[in-house]
């Protein structure tokens, strides 16, 4: 007769390794090894961006900037701002273009720091996502790192997270944040504004990312992938 306890281990053995192997982050939805090839498609843009105040490499936990250039200041103040593209990530998802958008990120922080009268030195983006597409992410974050070059900001860190079971798979959100410096003398405040002031205005170079949801309620987008094509 066959031993049945043999057979009953032998099968929970099996079942074990079967769970281990579900028991990984991949199985789980969250792709470690498409994190790997983003950060490498992605180098040559980041590495564009930097300034020589930058003393970390792409990769670590943390990004370092020397401040000993400013030293010549009364008193250096940094200044910050953070901020996110919004529903304009719906355009870039139905237009299925992504390396754009990014530049309405760094835009939407630097902007805040420039109106403080500050010089931007440096951002940092958060990407999170449903999945990760290599070649997609480095796209967001070649548009990233053209709105760094246009307002002389190093790229110095980001994070991409992927959100299984949290987003649909392709679609994502796209925030950052930007630090930069302004002697304290020199920040602009509004408090000294008065009546007879001249204000200057600026054409847009398009729409930016202030106000969509009424923009795309006014052009009615949504609407499959292509039709503004």
């Known amino acids: 007769m066959p031993d049945y306890r043999k057979l009953v281990i032998k099968i929970t053995k099996k079942q074990q390794i079967q769970e281990e192997k579900l028991m990984d982050y991949k199985n789980s939805g969250v792709d470690i090894e498409a994190g790997y090839k ?5 180098k040559k843009y980041v590495q564009g961006t930097m300034r020589p105040e930058v003393l970390t490499g792409l990769g670590g936990f943390s990004g370092a900037f020397s401040m000993e250039k400013f030293k010549n200041m009364e008193k250096p103040t940094l200044v910050s701002g ?3 593209v919004g529903t304009k990530l719906k355009l870039a998802f139905l237009m299925d273009k992504h ?64 959100h299984p079971g949290l987003m649909p798979e392709d679609e994502y959100d796209l925030a950052g944040f930007a630090v930069g410096v302004v002697d304290e003398k020199d920040i602009i405040t ?6 007879g002031d001249v204000l200057i205005g600026m054409a847009s170079s398009g729409v930016h990312s202030n106000g969509f ?17």
């Not at 754009?100 to 420039?114: L, P, Q, R």
């Not at 109106?115 to 290599?134: M, S, T, V």
């Not at 509004?190 to 009546?195: C, F, Q, R």
């Open 190 to 195: 509004g408090a000294d504004v008065k009546a």
């Open 213 to 229: 949801s009424l923009v795309r309620k006014i052009f009615e987008m949504t609407r499959k992938p292509g039709y503004l094509l």
């Open 82 to 84: 953070t901020d996110g």
């Open 38 to 42: 983003s950060v490498e498609l992605m």
């Open 99 to 162: 390396d754009t958008i990014g530049i309405d990120c760094v835009a939407m922080c630097v902007n805040d720091i420039a109106c403080a009268g500050g010089e931007p030195l440096f951002f940092l983006d958060y990407i999170a996502c449903g999945k990760n597409y290599p070649e997609k992410i480095a796209a967001i974050v070649s548009g990233v790192a053209e709105g760094c070059k246009q307002s002389d900001a190093a790229l110095i860190g980001g994070e991409t997270a992927e």
